[in-house]
């Protein structure tokens, strides 16, 4: 969660609090602030970017084609003769840098 405040320096008044859920699941937390917010007369707005279940296939495609580029070939390189512990270095780097691709790509989709 995070709050965004718009404060009034001179008078020292707040003029605007925003709080930000940042979950795909609604818990009873958020679902009391909802009700708190309404009895006090403030306003409850929902974000309608899609969810990160929305935008999997989307990403999985992107990650397929960025896989067509910089996934090692593990037969070609053994065909050329690089060692074994290279390759394995290549592949777990490989895998480091998709499951970024992964979460950069993610949060695109869900902004």
């Known amino acids: 969660m995070t709050a965004l405040f718009d404060r009034d320096q001179e008078k020292d008044v707040l003029r605007n609090a925003t709080l930000i859920w940042e979950s795909a699941k609604k818990s009873t ?3 009391d602030l909802k009700a708190w917010a309404w009895e006090v007369g403030a306003k409850a707005v929902e974000d309608r970017s899609p969810s990160a279940e929305e935008v999997t ?3 999985e495609q992107a990650l397929r084609y ?3 580029v910089w996934k090692p070939n593990v037969d070609l390189l053994r065909a050329q003769g690089r060692p074994n512990t290279w390759i394995e270095a290549d592949v777990k780097r490989w895998k480091r840098q998709r499951q970024e691709r992964r979460r950069e790509l993610m949060g695109q989709a869900t902004d």
């Open 29 to 31: 937390l958020l679902e």
């Open 57 to 59: 296939d989307e990403v």
């Open 66 to 68: 960025w896989d067509i």
